[in-house]
């Protein structure tokens, strides 16, 4: 398939969208368009962050998962408790793969799901007695957590119980922190309110315990901040930076702690890469403190080295020095990999359908590949991460925000990608339709993806997932026209 | 009025609305001198908002309350 014009793709776009009620085609023209690479700001061509349409399949998430899921989840030495009833944070469970070091059950709890399971009569009564027993259980059964934060499902709200009250309380009698979290699925159109949400308790909670406080510093002392750890992410990071010459105080929140969190205050500069989840976080630290955040991206060596020079930018000649030692270490590695790998992915055409960053971010180590991004969209971004977006998308490409279910499965069908690189939800809908998919959210349960090193298996996979012969025996034996057959039969 | 916080950014001031996630360039202020800085802010998505003049802030960003002008903007 030859990339389209803007003519073809706008074509396309009211061609998908034909079969909508007057309404809806009219909400959802917004939300879809063609890339402009000429204009600064996206709101001149696409809409986002607006409630989804009832009545499509949308992918979004909630305010829940947004705190929960993402920002405090990964948190490990914090036990994290799904108020209210069981079914949101149990079937949640353990699905990110945030990877980290420790012993579950005893000094990490990660992987583990802590609800205080409303019945009936906690609706009725209100919870507030029952999150206290909780709170008072789990420090006697997990003594060795550092903090407890309380995550609201959406009856707290409802219901209007005092979380608050009963944090403090027990925080008292704990003697650890204990936090809680206004998220209830609810709020917002998407998961993005929880991110804000949980980045703003985190700055009325966390962030000034340690104010005040001796603490050792060192000039190159750096927060990587929105780095999940999804399959290691956070170390293919953490290694680099420490080549350089600097200190990595505190991961947020990706195998972080609870005291990195509270120390990250002292630190000179703030890495942000998740930019949509914890630039709340990144800008109050920059007021308050003075520290300046720098938006990066570690997917793919252009990015990495691009990135790794602006970092070294703000220290002194020795970070520069070897800085630039270790671009130069890596290179024959990346030299090799690409030499191994861009001849068979050569042209490949891929559409992108994810999160919070990956949708641009990895539109690079695509290209440093040899293959090329068609379309791209985002679940829950908003105007800001589409103004990022449109620069390093070709011109008159596919941009798609919060997009139906059916509008993605038209798009792709249309537009005949190579692959696909989406979520779990996407995955077999696509496979069988003969296209290969990764899962961009997950790696498809291999990474990491960040770093030099993430890149290799990167690489790796995208060839394992277009190389696939199934997807050359999708039609099955009898279905198949064999040409002597249909020669001999005329 | 509202919170809203200025920043430097790397092509100049920008503007961000905490409470709508709004991030947009400042055009123009203005009064932009040592003894007064504020007023109109003119900004690059068509909206303008108006903050009290102050002496100008020694590091941004900084947090301040602002009034909408004119119509609301996306
Ligand atoms: S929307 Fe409410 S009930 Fe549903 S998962 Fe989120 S918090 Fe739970």
Same mark, same amino acid.
């Given at each position: 398939?030859? =990339?389209?014009?803007?003519?073809?793709?706008?074509?396309?776009?009211? &061609?998908?969208?034909?079969?909508?009620?007057?309404?809806?085609?009219k909400?959802?023209?917004?939300?879809?368009?063609?890339? !402009?690479?000429?204009?600064?700001?996206?709101?001149?061509?696409?809409?986002?962050n607006?409630?989804?349409?009832?009545?499509?399949?949308?992918?979004?998430g909630?305010?829940?998962?947004?705190?929960?899921?993402?920002?405090?989840?990964?948190?490990?030495?914090?036990i994290?408790? %799904?108020?209210?009833?069981?079914?949101?944070?149990?079937?949640?469970?353990?699905?990110?793969?945030?990877?980290?070091?420790?012993?579950?059950?005893?000094? #990490?709890f990660?992987t583990?799901?802590?609800?205080?399971?409303?019945q009936?009569?906690?609706?009725v009564?209100?919870?507030?007695?029952?999150?206290?027993?909780?709170?008072?259980?789990?420090?006697?059964?997990?003594?060795?957590h550092?903090?407890?934060?309380?995550?609201?499902?959406?009856?707290?709200?409802?219901?209007?119980?005092?979380?608050?009250?009963?944090?403090?309380?027990?925080?008292?009698?704990?003697?650890?922190?204990?936090?809680?979290?206004r998220?209830?699925?609810?709020?917002?159109?998407?998961?993005?309110?929880?991110?804000?949400?949980?980045?703003?308790?985190?700055?009325?909670?966390?962030?000034?315990k340690?104010?005040?406080?001796?603490?050792? %510093?060192?000039p190159?002392?750096?927060?990587?901040?929105?780095?999940?750890?999804?399959?290691?992410?956070a170390?293919?990071t953490?290694?680099l930076l420490?080549?350089?010459?600097l200190?990595?105080?505190?991961?947020w929140?990706?195998?972080?702690?609870?005291?990195?969190?509270?120390? =990250?205050?002292?630190?000179?500069?703030?890495?942000?890469?998740?930019?949509?989840?914890?630039?709340?976080?990144?800008?109050?630290?920059?007021?308050?403190?003075?520290?300046?955040?720098?938006?990066?991206?570690?997917?793919?060596?252009?990015?990495?080295?691009?990135?790794?020079?602006k970092?070294?930018?703000?220290?002194?000649?020795s970070v520069?020095?070897? =800085?630039e030692?270790?671009?130069?270490?890596?290179?024959?590695?990346m030299?090799?990999?690409?030499?191994?790998?861009?001849?068979?992915?050569?042209?490949?055409?891929?559409?992108?359908?994810?999160?919070?960053l990956?949708?641009?971010?990895?539109?690079?180590?695509?290209?440093?590949?040899?293959?090329?991004?068609?379309?791209?969209?985002?679940?829950?971004?908003?105007?800001?991460?589409y103004?990022r977006?449109?620069?390093?998308?070709?011109?008159?490409?596919?941009?798609? !925000?919060?997009?139906?279910?059916?509008?993605?499965? &038209?798009?792709?069908?249309r537009?005949?990608?190579?692959?696909?690189? %989406?979520?779990?939800?996407?995955?077999?809908?696509f496979?069988?339709?003969?296209?290969?998919?990764?899962?961009?959210?997950s790696?498809?349960?291999?990474?990491p993806?960040?770093?030099?090193?993430?890149?290799?298996?990167?690489a790796?996979?995208?060839?394992?997932?277009?190389?696939?012969? #199934?997807?050359?025996?999708l039609?099955?034996?009898?279905?198949?026209? !064999?040409?002597?057959?249909?020669?001999?039969?005329? | 009025?509202?919170?809203?916080m200025?920043?430097?950014?790397?092509?100049?001031?920008?503007?961000y609305?905490?409470?709508?996630?709004?991030?947009?360039?400042?055009?123009?202020i203005?009064?932009?001198?040592?003894e007064k800085w504020?007023?109109?802010?003119?900004?690059?998505?068509?909206g303008?908002?108006?903050?009290?003049?102050?002496?100008?802030?020694?590091?941004?960003?900084?947090?301040?309350?602002?009034?909408?002008l004119?119509?609301?903007?996306?």
């Open positions: 398939m030859t =990339t389209l014009s803007r003519e073809e793709t706008e074509a396309l776009i009211a &061609e998908v969208l034909e079969v909508y009620p007057e309404k809806a085609k909400d959802r023209a917004k939300h879809l368009a063609a890339n !402009d690479t000429s204009i600064e700001q996206s709101k001149k061509c696409i809409t986002s607006r409630k989804s349409l009832p009545g499509v399949m949308t992918i979004r909630c305010a829940y998962a947004g705190s929960k899921g993402v920002v405090w989840g990964p948190i490990k030495d914090m994290h408790i %799904s108020h209210g009833p069981v079914g949101c944070g149990q079937y949640s469970r353990a699905g990110r793969r945030n990877y980290y070091v420790g012993t579950t059950g005893i000094d #990490t990660g583990m799901n802590f609800t205080s399971d409303f009936e009569k906690d609706i009564f209100g919870g507030d007695k029952k999150l206290t027993k909780l709170i008072e259980e789990v420090e006697q059964l997990f003594p060795l550092n903090g407890i934060s309380v995550q609201s499902e959406c009856p707290i709200g409802l219901i209007g119980d005092d979380i608050e009250s009963v944090s403090k309380k027990s925080s008292v009698v704990i003697g650890k922190p204990v936090i809680p979290v998220c209830e699925g609810f709020r917002g159109v998407s998961q993005s309110l929880g991110h804000h949400i949980a980045n703003d308790a985190i700055r009325d909670w966390v962030l000034d340690r104010d005040g406080q001796a603490f050792e %510093s060192t190159y002392d750096v927060a990587i901040i929105g780095d999940y750890n999804i399959g290691g992410d170390w293919a953490r290694i420490e080549e350089m010459g200190r990595v105080v505190a991961q929140s990706g195998d972080g702690t609870l005291a990195e969190m509270m120390n =990250t205050p002292k630190v000179k500069l703030n890495l942000l890469h998740c930019y949509r989840s914890m630039n709340y976080i990144s800008r109050h630290m920059e007021e308050k403190y003075g520290i300046p955040y720098m938006e990066y991206n570690f997917f793919g060596p252009t990015k990495i080295i691009e990135s790794l020079r970092i070294a930018g703000f220290f002194d000649d520069k020095e070897k =800085t030692a270790m671009i130069a270490r890596y290179q024959p590695m030299d090799a990999i690409i030499a191994k790998y861009k001849p068979r992915l050569q042209g490949k055409k891929v559409m992108l359908y994810v999160g919070g990956r949708p641009r971010h990895v539109i690079g180590a695509y290209e440093d590949l040899g293959m090329e991004v068609i379309g791209t969209g985002y679940e829950f971004a908003h105007n800001d991460d103004d977006t449109i620069k390093e998308m070709g011109d008159a490409t596919l941009l798609y !925000d919060d997009v139906t279910g059916f509008e993605l499965e &038209e798009f792709v069908k537009l005949k990608p190579d692959m696909v690189g %989406s979520g779990i939800k996407e995955k077999y809908i496979q069988k339709m003969g296209i290969p998919l990764r899962q961009m959210h790696w498809d349960y291999s990474g993806y960040h770093g030099y090193d993430g890149f290799a298996i990167f790796r996979d995208m060839d394992i997932a277009l190389s696939n012969p #199934t997807f050359k025996n039609t099955p034996p009898w279905k198949k026209v !064999d040409a002597e057959e249909v020669k001999k039969a005329a | 009025m509202a919170n809203i200025i920043r430097q950014g790397e092509k100049g001031l920008t503007f609305l905490p409470k709508r996630d709004l991030e947009a360039s400042i055009e123009s203005e009064f932009d001198s040592p504020g007023g109109e802010l003119k900004l690059d998505n068509g303008s908002y108006y903050i009290d003049p102050i002496a100008k802030p020694p590091r941004l960003p900084i947090s301040l309350r602002a009034k909408r004119g119509a609301a903007e996306d």
